[in-house]
C-alpha cells in the first residue's frame, strides 16, 4: 500500500514538476514574444533630421548627450565636424553636427564578430556591453568615426586626488565621495533602465549613441533632440508619412554622410549651415 | 638544442635571453590586464597597433610554414628532410598568435562568445571557427608524423595546408571588408595575405633550420643543402610575387580617386612611415633578400640564412605599415577628437614587450621542441 501511495505521489509529483517545467519553459518565450509585438518602436523606422540651416553651432547637443548618457570627458556621442572655407575675403565657416547614424546597412553591425553591435527595433543601431570582446573592428569598419573604445576605466578623472586649485577646490574624488562614492558625480541613472551595466561603461569595450533608446522607447525624443535651443535635430519615424521627418523631407533634399557607401544612414541634413544671403545679379564676365 | 642534451654555455645564454624576454612580457601581460589598454599607444583613430600587426604576421608564419610542407604531400624531393620541424613551427606560432590575439581584444572574459554565437555575417567570426578547425589539423598532423604513420599524415598534410590558406587568405579578408579604408585594399587583401604567408613561412623555416645546424655546429648532408637551396630559390620567387603585388598596390593606390587614400600611400611613401617602408619593408623584406638569392655566390645555406633572416625583419616591419597605413588618414577631415594631418600613433613600451613575448615563447616552445620531439627526423614519402 505504501509502495501504490508513494508511486502515486510521486507521479503526482511528477506531472506537477512536469507541468510546472513546461510553463516555465513556454511563459518565458510568451512574454518575450508579448513584448516584443508590444515593443513601442517595433515597425518603425526611426530617423534624424538636422536642419543645418537652423543650426547655430552652439555645440549643446554634444554637452546635453554626457548629461543624459554619463559620456566620459574625452568621448563625443554627439560631435561635430567644423571647418573654415574659402579664400580670404570671400571665407566661410562650416558646422555640422554628428552622431551615430544607425546606418540601415551598418558597417559596425556587419563586421561585430560577436553580434555585440545589432540593429535593434526602430531601426536603431545597438551595442550590447555582455557581448563586446573589445576587437575594435567596428571602429576599423564605421566609416564616420564614431566608435569610441574604453581603453581604461570609464571616469577616470572622478578618481583623481589632485583639486584643480590647491586650497581653494576639492578634489575630484572628494567631489566623487560625496555622492556617495559609489557613482560619479552628474550621474544620470536612467541609462541603466534600458539594461544594467550600461550607466557607466565597462573598460576594454566599445560604446556609441543608441539614440537614447531609452527614452525614445518611453515615447520621449532624443536629449540632443529635446534640448537642442533652436529645434534643428528633428526626430521621428520615416515610416509614418505625417511624421514631421517624412513631412521635411517631402521638402528639402536629405543629403546624407558618405552617401556613397551606401550605408543609408538614418540621419539626415537638410539645407545648409549658411545664413547669409547674395544680390540678385546675374554675375559679369 | 643538442642532439646529446648537454647543457653549455651556449645554450645557457639562450635560455638567460629567452626567459629574460619571457619575464618582460609577462610582466606587459600583467600591466595589460592590471591598467587595461590605455597602457597601449592605440586609440579611437588607430584602434590596431604592433600587436595586431605582429598577430598577422604570426599567423602568416604559421600558415605559410605549413602550406610550404604541401610539398611533403606531392612528394617533391627533399622535402621530407624538413617537413616535421615545418609542421612544429607552425603549431607554436600559431600558439604566439593566439596569444597575441587574446592580449589585443580589450575584453578577452567574452572571447567565448566568438565561438557558442558567432556572426557569420562577420569574417572575424569565421575566422575563429578556421583558426581552431585549423590548429586541430595541425597538431593531428604532427603526431602522425611524430608518430612515423606517413599514410595518414599525407591526407593530413593536404587537408592542414588548405586550412591555413583558408585561415590566412580569411584574415586578409577582415582587413578587405573595412571597405572604407582603402590602403588594406578590399578584395585584394586575402590573395595579398596568402603571398605574404608564402613569403614569411619559407623564410622562418629556412632561418630556423639553418640556425639549428649553426647553433649546434653540425654540418649539413649535401641532401639538405639542396633542400635548403632549392626552397631558397623558392623563397626568391615568393618574394618576386610579392614585390609585383607591392608595385601594383602603390601605383592604384597613388591614383585612387579618395583623396585621403592617396594621402594614406603618400604617407607610407614620402611621408612620416617613409624611412620605415623604404629602409625596412622594403630594403630588408624584399630587395636585400632579393639580391642575396639572385646572386650565384650568396646561394649558399649561409647566405639563404641571412636572406631569410632578413625577410623576416623586413616582414614584420611590413606588416606594421600595412595595419597602420590603413588608419593612418583620419575618417573625417575635422572630428573634434581626431589628430591631423595625420592620425598619431606610437607604440608603448608594454605593448612592445607583448611582441617580445610572443617571440620569446615561440623560440622556447622550439627549444623544447627539438630538444625532445626529434624535429630533424626524416618523414619518408609513401
Same mark, same amino acid.
Given at each position: 500500500?505504501?509502495?501504490?501511495?508513494?508511486?502515486?505521489?510521486?507521479?503526482?509529483?511528477?506531472?506537477?514538476?512536469?507541468?510546472?517545467?513546461?510553463?516555465?519553459?513556454?511563459?518565458?518565450?510568451?512574454?518575450?514574444?508579448?513584448?516584443?509585438?508590444?515593443?513601442?518602436?517595433?515597425?518603425?523606422?526611426?530617423?534624424?533630421?538636422?536642419?543645418? $540651416?537652423?543650426?547655430?553651432?552652439?555645440?549643446?547637443?554634444?554637452?546635453?548627450?554626457?548629461?543624459?548618457?554619463?559620456?566620459?570627458?574625452?568621448?563625443?556621442?554627439?560631435?561635430?565636424?567644423?571647418?573654415?572655407?574659402?579664400?580670404?575675403?570671400?571665407?566661410?565657416?562650416?558646422?555640422?553636427?554628428?552622431?551615430?547614424?544607425?546606418?540601415?546597412?551598418?558597417?559596425?553591425?556587419?563586421?561585430?564578430?560577436?553580434?555585440?553591435? $545589432?540593429?535593434?527595433?526602430?531601426?536603431?543601431?545597438? *551595442?550590447?556591453?555582455?557581448?563586446?570582446?573589445?576587437?575594435?573592428?567596428?571602429?576599423?569598419?564605421?566609416?564616420?568615426?564614431?566608435? *569610441?573604445?574604453?581603453?581604461?576605466?570609464? *571616469?577616470?578623472?572622478?578618481?583623481?586626488?589632485?583639486?584643480?586649485?590647491?586650497?581653494?577646490?576639492?578634489?575630484?574624488?572628494?567631489?566623487?565621495?560625496?555622492?556617495?562614492?559609489?557613482?560619479?558625480?552628474?550621474?544620470?541613472?536612467?541609462?541603466?533602465?534600458?539594461?544594467?551595466?550600461?550607466?557607466?561603461?565597462?573598460?576594454?569595450?566599445?560604446?556609441?549613441?543608441?539614440?537614447?533608446? $531609452?527614452?525614445?522607447?518611453?515615447?520621449?525624443?532624443?536629449?540632443?533632440?529635446?534640448?537642442?535651443?533652436?529645434?534643428?535635430?528633428?526626430?521621428?519615424?520615416?515610416?509614418?508619412?505625417?511624421?514631421?521627418?517624412?513631412?521635411?523631407?517631402?521638402?528639402? $533634399?536629405?543629403?546624407?554622410?558618405?552617401?556613397?557607401?551606401?550605408?543609408?544612414?538614418?540621419?539626415?541634413?537638410?539645407?545648409?549651415?549658411?545664413?547669409?544671403? *547674395?544680390?540678385?545679379?546675374?554675375?559679369?564676365? | 638544442?643538442?642532439?646529446?642534451?648537454?647543457?653549455?654555455?651556449?645554450?645557457?645564454?639562450?635560455?638567460?635571453?629567452?626567459?629574460?624576454?619571457?619575464?618582460?612580457?609577462?610582466?606587459?601581460?600583467?600591466?595589460?590586464?592590471?591598467?587595461?589598454?590605455?597602457?597601449?599607444?592605440?586609440?579611437?583613430?588607430?584602434?590596431?597597433?604592433?600587436?595586431?600587426?605582429?598577430?598577422?604576421?604570426?599567423?602568416?608564419?604559421?600558415?605559410?610554414?605549413?602550406?610550404?610542407?604541401?610539398?611533403?604531400?606531392?612528394?617533391?624531393?627533399?622535402?621530407?628532410?624538413?617537413?616535421?620541424?615545418?609542421?612544429?613551427?607552425?603549431?607554436?606560432?600559431?600558439?604566439?598568435?593566439?596569444?597575441?590575439?587574446?592580449?589585443?581584444?580589450?575584453?578577452?572574459?567574452?572571447?567565448?562568445?566568438?565561438?557558442?554565437?558567432?556572426?557569420?555575417?562577420?569574417?572575424?567570426?569565421?575566422?575563429?571557427?578556421?583558426?581552431?578547425?585549423?590548429?586541430?589539423?595541425?597538431?593531428?598532423?604532427?603526431?602522425?608524423?611524430?608518430?612515423?604513420?606517413?599514410?595518414?599524415?599525407?591526407?593530413?598534410?593536404?587537408?592542414?595546408?588548405?586550412?591555413?590558406?583558408?585561415?590566412?587568405?580569411?584574415?586578409?579578408?577582415?582587413?578587405?571588408?573595412?571597405?572604407?579604408?582603402?590602403?588594406?585594399?578590399?578584395?585584394?587583401?586575402?590573395?595579398?595575405?596568402?603571398?605574404?604567408?608564402?613569403?614569411?613561412?619559407?623564410?622562418?623555416?629556412?632561418?630556423?633550420?639553418?640556425?639549428?645546424?649553426?647553433?649546434?655546429?653540425?654540418?649539413?648532408?649535401?641532401?639538405?643543402?639542396?633542400?635548403?637551396?632549392?626552397?631558397?630559390?623558392?623563397?626568391?620567387?615568393?618574394?618576386?610575387?610579392?614585390?609585383?603585388?607591392?608595385?601594383?598596390?602603390?601605383?592604384?593606390?597613388?591614383?585612387?580617386?579618395?583623396?585621403?587614400?592617396?594621402?594614406?600611400?603618400?604617407?607610407?611613401?614620402?611621408?612620416?612611415?617613409?624611412?620605415?617602408?623604404?629602409?625596412?619593408?622594403?630594403?630588408?623584406?624584399?630587395?636585400?633578400?632579393?639580391?642575396?638569392?639572385?646572386?650565384?655566390?650568396?646561394?649558399?645555406?649561409?647566405?639563404?640564412?641571412?636572406?631569410?633572416?632578413?625577410?623576416?625583419?623586413?616582414?614584420?616591419?611590413?606588416?606594421?605599415?600595412?595595419?597602420?597605413?590603413?588608419?593612418?588618414?583620419?575618417?573625417?577631415?575635422?572630428?573634434?577628437?581626431?589628430?591631423?594631418?595625420?592620425?598619431?600613433?606610437?607604440?608603448?613600451?608594454?605593448?612592445?614587450?607583448?611582441?617580445?613575448?610572443?617571440?620569446?615563447?615561440?623560440?622556447?616552445?622550439?627549444?623544447?621542441?627539438?630538444?625532445?620531439?626529434?624535429?630533424?627526423?626524416?618523414?619518408?614519402?609513401?
Amino acid at each position: 500500500m505504501s509502495k501504490i501511495v508513494s508511486r502515486n505521489v510521486n507521479r503526482r509529483d511528477f506531472l506537477k514538476l512536469g507541468g510546472i517545467g513546461i510553463a516555465a519553459a513556454i511563459v518565458p518565450t510568451l512574454i518575450s514574444q508579448q513584448s516584443k509585438a508590444s515593443s513601442p518602436l517595433a515597425g518603425k523606422n526611426l530617423a534624424m533630421v538636422i536642419d543645418l $540651416h537652423r543650426c547655430v553651432g552652439c555645440g549643446s547637443c554634444s554637452i546635453v548627450c554626457k548629461n543624459e548618457n554619463n559620456v566620459d570627458g574625452d568621448v563625443f556621442w554627439s560631435s561635430r565636424i567644423s571647418k573654415t572655407t574659402g579664400r580670404f575675403p570671400n571665407v566661410r565657416f562650416e558646422y555640422i553636427t554628428t552622431l551615430c547614424n544607425h546606418c540601415e546597412k551598418a558597417p559596425c553591425v556587419r563586421a561585430c564578430p560577436t553580434k555585440a553591435m $545589432h540593429k535593434g527595433d526602430g531601426g536603431i543601431t545597438k *551595442h550590447d556591453p555582455d557581448k563586446c570582446i573589445g576587437c575594435r573592428y567596428c571602429i576599423a569598419a564605421c566609416p564616420y568615426g564614431v566608435i *569610441h573604445f574604453n581603453a581604461g576605466k570609464s *571616469h577616470e578623472f572622478w578618481r583623481d586626488d589632485k583639486p584643480l586649485i590647491e586650497g581653494a577646490t576639492p578634489s575630484a574624488r572628494e567631489v566623487t565621495q560625496a555622492v556617495n562614492g559609489k557613482v560619479i558625480p552628474y550621474y544620470n541613472p536612467a541609462r541603466e533602465l534600458d539594461k544594467p551595466g550600461t550607466g557607466l561603461r565597462k573598460r576594454g569595450i566599445v560604446e556609441k549613441c543608441t539614440f537614447c533608446d $531609452h527614452r525614445v522607447s518611453k515615447g520621449q525624443l532624443p536629449y540632443c533632440v529635446e534640448a537642442c535651443p533652436t529645434n534643428a535635430r528633428i526626430f521621428g519615424d520615416l515610416n509614418d508619412p505625417n511624421s514631421e521627418v517624412s513631412r521635411i523631407l517631402g521638402k528639402f $533634399h536629405g543629403m546624407r554622410l558618405k552617401e556613397e557607401l551606401g550605408t543609408e544612414p538614418k540621419v539626415l541634413y537638410v539645407r545648409t549651415y549658411s545664413t547669409g544671403t *547674395h544680390p540678385k545679379t546675374k554675375g559679369s564676365v | 638544442m643538442t642532439e646529446n642534451k648537454t647543457f653549455n654555455s651556449r645554450f645557457i645564454v639562450w635560455m638567460v635571453i629567452l626567459l629574460a624576454g619571457l619575464g618582460l612580457g609577462i610582466w606587459g601581460v600583467v600591466t595589460t590586464f592590471l591598467s587595461g589598454l590605455q597602457t597601449w599607444g592605440i586609440g579611437d583613430e588607430v584602434p590596431w597597433g604592433i600587436v595586431t600587426a605582429s598577430y598577422v604576421f604570426f599567423v602568416a608564419a604559421s600558415a605559410g610554414c605549413i602550406t610550404v610542407s604541401l610539398g611533403h604531400a606531392l612528394g617533391i624531393k627533399g622535402f621530407d628532410l624538413i617537413i616535421k620541424r615545418g609542421v612544429f613551427l607552425a603549431i607554436i606560432t600559431m600558439i604566439a598568435g593566439g596569444l597575441l590575439i587574446v592580449m589585443h581584444v580589450g575584453n578577452p572574459v567574452n572571447l567565448w562568445r566568438l565561438i557558442t554565437a558567432p556572426n557569420f555575417g562577420s569574417p572575424l567570426g569565421w575566422l575563429v571557427i578556421f583558426y581552431l578547425l585549423y590548429l586541430i589539423l595541425l597538431i593531428i598532423d604532427f603526431y602522425l608524423i611524430h608518430k612515423k604513420d606517413f599514410v595518414k599524415a599525407r591526407i593530413f598534410g593536404i587537408l592542414a595546408p588548405l586550412s591555413a590558406i583558408t585561415v590566412h587568405s580569411t584574415l586578409g579578408s577582415v582587413f578587405g571588408f573595412a571597405s572604407v579604408r582603402h590602403y588594406y585594399g578590399g578584395a585584394f587583401a586575402p590573395v595579398y595575405f596568402i603571398v605574404i604567408a608564402v613569403v614569411i613561412g619559407t623564410a622562418l623555416l629556412l632561418f630556423v633550420t639553418n640556425l639549428h645546424y649553426k647553433f649546434n655546429s653540425k654540418s649539413m648532408s649535401s641532401e639538405m643543402r639542396s633542400v635548403i637551396v632549392s626552397l631558397g630559390k623558392f623563397l626568391g620567387i615568393a618574394i618576386g610575387v610579392l614585390a609585383i603585388f607591392v608595385i601594383w598596390k602603390n601605383l592604384t593606390g597613388l591614383s585612387n580617386p579618395d583623396p585621403s587614400t592617396v594621402k594614406a600611400y603618400q604617407y607610407m611613401l614620402a611621408g612620416p612611415g617613409a624611412w620605415w617602408y623604404w629602409i625596412l619593408a622594403i630594403g630588408l623584406g624584399l630587395l636585400a633578400p632579393l639580391i642575396l638569392i639572385i646572386n650565384r655566390n650568396t646561394r649558399t645555406p649561409n647566405g639563404i640564412m641571412l636572406a631569410s633572416g632578413l625577410s623576416i625583419i623586413g616582414m614584420l616591419a611590413a606588416r606594421f605599415d600595412f595595419t597602420i597605413g590603413g588608419q593612418v588618414i583620419p575618417i573625417f577631415e575635422d572630428l573634434q577628437h581626431i589628430q591631423q594631418p595625420w592620425a598619431d600613433y606610437a607604440a608603448t613600451f608594454t605593448e612592445v614587450s607583448i611582441v617580445v613575448l610572443a617571440f620569446s615563447l615561440t623560440a622556447l616552445l622550439y627549444t623544447w621542441g627539438s630538444r625532445k620531439l626529434a624535429l630533424e627526423e626524416v618523414a619518408e614519402h609513401v
